[in-house]
């Protein structure tokens, strides 16, 4: 019987032992992903903007590159992305269609907007300017989330439609015409935008090294209770 009861002691300190581990592993490689898309973001934030028509826009790897940008916004139809919160505020994000050409468009984010006191009433998002237009920007993926509830990516009846989520392909169904796998981040000196505090990553690496660090400590820890529990089994045997 001790001895069973030692060997699931063991066992038990080995799987706790490797699962605190791997946790620390998996803070150490979020902290390099994070730091890649801080490398990524530094590397092309300041190169010239490229024309847009000139790229493939199926290709991975576009993110944070600056583009350019001739078309005509598709001003009835617009998405509101809901529950956006900024500096503690709800609000929604505008994403206009930008059309390219007769059957492709893009959706351009044109910022952030605080939402009413009343849920029911949405905000004006006309344009001021022209609708036909040319514009600098670049190019990011969509907003994401840890738990995808379901229809959160269902646009609602009428226009601006709201939505959760984007799903290109449900948006492209809706507008009857294709629309590209990423939106563009409307440039700060560009007319009818909102609040534009572009910032890609709001937490840097710093906080998963810190992570990392406990994960590894706790499994240091571990290490010398397993030895000093079983040193007092031990003394308590003989």
Request: aromatic share 10%; hydrophobic share 45%; proline share 4%.
């Amino acid at each position: 019987m001790k001895f069973k009861a030692n060997l699931f002691l063991t066992v038990l300190a080995i799987l706790v032992f490797f699962l605190l581990v791997s946790l620390g592993n998996w803070q150490l490689d979020r902290a390099q992903e994070k730091q890649d898309l801080l490398d990524l973001q530094t590397s092309r934030i300041n190169l010239s903007p490229v024309e847009i028509k000139l790229l493939d826009m199926t290709q991975a790897g576009l993110r944070y590159l600056p583009v350019k940008l001739n078309g005509k916004f598709d001003v009835n139809r617009q998405i509101l992305l809901d529950n956006q919160v900024r500096q503690g505020q709800v609000g929604y994000v505008v994403l206009t269609p930008l059309l390219l050409d007769e059957n492709k468009a893009i959706l351009v984010n044109r910022g952030w907007l605080p939402m009413s006191g009343d849920r029911n009433v949405l905000p004006n998002v006309d344009l001021k300017g022209e609708s036909t237009s040319m514009m600098e920007g670049h190019l990011d993926h969509f907003p994401t989330v840890g738990i995808k509830l379901k229809g959160a990516d269902v646009l609602s009846e009428g226009w601006p439609a709201v939505a959760q989520l984007v799903d290109v392909n449900k948006v492209s169904a809706r507008l009857g015409y294709e629309i590209l796998p990423y939106q563009v981040l409307l440039g700060s000196n560009e007319s009818d935008g909102y609040d534009r505090e572009w910032v890609p990553m709001k937490m840097g690496p710093e906080k998963n090294h810190g992570y990392a660090f406990q994960w590894f400590a706790l499994s240091a820890a571990w290490v010398v209770l397993y030895f000093v529990v079983t040193i007092k089994l031990k003394r308590k045997e003989e």
